[in-house]
C-alpha cells in the first residue's frame, strides 16, 4: 500500500511499503536497494530510503544535515531554504574575486537564488564549472557590450497586455510570474524576471485571458515566465482551466525549468491535475548534461507518465554546453528522459552576456556533429530569436554544395559527396 501523508501542509511525501509494487517513476526515486547509503535493503514494515544523486546528497549531509528526506523532497522546503545570500554562498562555495563583488551588488542585476537540489550540482571549487557559472553571478554581467539590450527580442514593444505577448499569428506567449525557484545568469527575460511586478494576480491574468478571447486566430498559448511551475497547484489549475475556457484555444503549453532546478515540485498530485488540460505540451528547459540526474529524471517520468509531450529548450553557452560531445550527452540524457530535443537557441544578446555568447558559427559546428553521427531524434533545430521581435529563425549546416544541370551536389555527415536527380517538374 503507499501512504500518502502531508508534511508541513505541502506537497506529499510517499513513502513505500515493502510489500507493494510502486509506479515506476516512484521507485526509481525511492530505491529499494539504495547503493548510495549504509542503510540495509529494506525490513519488513520498513521504509525504503529515498534514492539520491550521490553528489546531492553528500551536498545535503555537509549543510543540511538537519533536514528529513521528508522535507527534503517537500519543493516548500526546497524554496524556503534557497541559497541566496552572499553569506550562503560564500560558506558554501569558494568565491572568486569577480563572484564576490557580483553578489555584493545589491541592485540592477537578476537577483541570484538556487534551490538545496541545484546547489547540490555546484562546484565548490571550480569557478569554471557548467553548473556554477550558469547560477552562481560573476562581475562580467555588468558588462554592458555593442548589440546588447536589456529586451533584445523587443517583447515590451509587442505586449498588448501587461505579460501577454502576441509576436505570431496564432499564439501567444503568457508570462504567468516573474517567479524562478533558480535563476539563469543568461537569462533573456532577466529585465522582468525575480523582480516582483509580473505577479499572477487575477487581475492582470485575467486582462490576459480576455485578450485571447477576443482573438479567435489564436489556438495556441505557451504558458511560462518566470517559471510558471513555481505556482501552487490551485493557481495554476485556475490559468488552465481558464484557458481551456476559450474555445478557440486548442493547445496549451508550459515551459519550465523546474524539473531541472526543482524536481521536487512534480509531484502525483501535478501530474493528476495537469492531465486534465490536454492536449499540453511541456518545453523543459535544460542545459548540461549534469542536470539529468536521477530526481530529475523521475520528474520527467512522471510528466510523460502523464500523457504529456516533452520537448527540451537550450540556450547555447559558452564554456557550458558548447561542444559537440557536451551537447551530444545533454541530448542523449534527455531522450533517456523521453524528452525530445526540440530548440538549441544561440543565446541571446541581453545586456551582460557577452562571455556566454558563442559565434554562430560554433552552434552550427553543433549541428554538423550531431545531424547523422546520431539519432535524427537527438537533434534540436538550432534558432536564433530574431533580435527587435522577429521571431525564431532557423540556422543549419548546408548540406547542398552546388547544382550541377538537374543534380544536386549534397555533403553527407561524413562528407561524402552524392547527388539527387531534381527532375521533377513542379
Ligand atoms: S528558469 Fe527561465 S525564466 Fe527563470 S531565470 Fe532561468 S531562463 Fe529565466
Partial sequence: MNTVSQHEGAAPFVLIDQDDEPPSCISSFFGAANELTSAPATAPGAKRVMRMTPRIRAFRRVFFPEATDAQWSDWHWQLRNRIHTLDQLRLMVNLTTE??????????????????????LV?????????????????????????EADDPLGEEGQSPVHGLIHRYPD?????????????????????????????PSRERLGAAFA?????????????????????????????????????????????????????QRVTPQLARMLRKYHPLWMS????????????????????ADAGIPLGSQTVLLKGVNDSVGTMKALMHGV??????????????????????????????EIIRGLRGHTSGYAVP?????????????????????ARDGTDLVLSNYAGGTFRYPDTATS
Fill in 99 to 120: 563572484e564576490l563583488v557580483a553578489l555584493q551588488q545589491t541592485s540592477g542585476m537578476l537577483p541570484a537564488a538556487i534551490t538545496p537540489h541545484y546547489m547540490g
Fill in 123 to 147: 562546484s565548490a571549487h571550480d569557478p569554471d564549472q557548467a553548473i556554477r557559472r550558469m547560477v552562481i553571478p560573476t562581475v562580467y554581467e555588468l558588462r554592458r557590450c555593442p548589440g
Fill in 171 to 199: 499564439r501567444v506567449l503568457l508570462l504567468a510570474t516573474d517567479f524562478c525557484s533558480t535563476y539563469c545568469r543568461y537569462c533573456t527575460r532577466s529585465r522582468v524576471v525575480g523582480q516582483g511586478d509580473l505577479t
Fill in 211 to 263: 485578450y485571447i478571447a477576443s482573438h479567435p486566430e489564436i489556438r495556441d498559448v505557451l504558458l511560462s515566465g518566470g517559471d510558471p511551475l513555481t505556482l501552487p497547484d490551485e493557481q495554476l489549475e485556475w490559468i488552465l482551466a481558464s484557458l481551456r475556457a476559450i474555445p478557440h484555444i486548442e493547445v496549451i503549453r508550459i515551459g519550465t525549468k523546474v524539473p531541472a532546478v526543482l524536481p
Fill in 284 to 303: 523543459l528547459h535544460f542545459s548540461h548534461p549534469d542536470e539529468c540526474c536521477y530526481e530529475t529524471t523521475r520528474a520527467a517520468g512522471m510528466l
Fill in 335 to 364: 531522450m533517456k528522459m523521453r524528452v525530445k530535443p526540440y530548440y538549441l537557441y544561440q543565446c541571446d544578446p541581453i545586456s551582460g552576456s557577452q562571455h556566454f555568447r558563442t559565434t554562430v558559427a560554433k552552434g552550427v
Fill in 381 to 401: 533545430t538550432y534558432v536564433i530569436d530574431a533580435p527587435g521581435g522577429g521571431g525564431k529563425i532557423p540556422i543549419a549546416p548546408d548540406y547542398v554544395t
